[in-house]
């Protein structure tokens, strides 16, 4: 499946919901890595969780 969240940063401004940025903060607690600020990359580190 490809990847492409810039669909959901243009329609929804995913990048900048409450949601978006819980997910980048559990996941650089759980990896100790920071999440990139490029709103796809949040966005795409948001879907992951999902797998």
Known sequence: MEK?????KKKY???NTPEV???ATRTE???HEKVSQK???R????LD???
């Open 29 to 31: 607690k759980r990896t």
């Open 49 to 51: 969780r999902f797998k």
């Open 43 to 46: 966005i795409q580190n948001y």
């Open 4 to 8: 492409n969240p810039s669909f959901l």
């Open 39 to 41: 709103p796809e990359d």
């Open 21 to 23: 940025a819980s997910a």
């Open 13 to 15: 401004d995913l990048h």
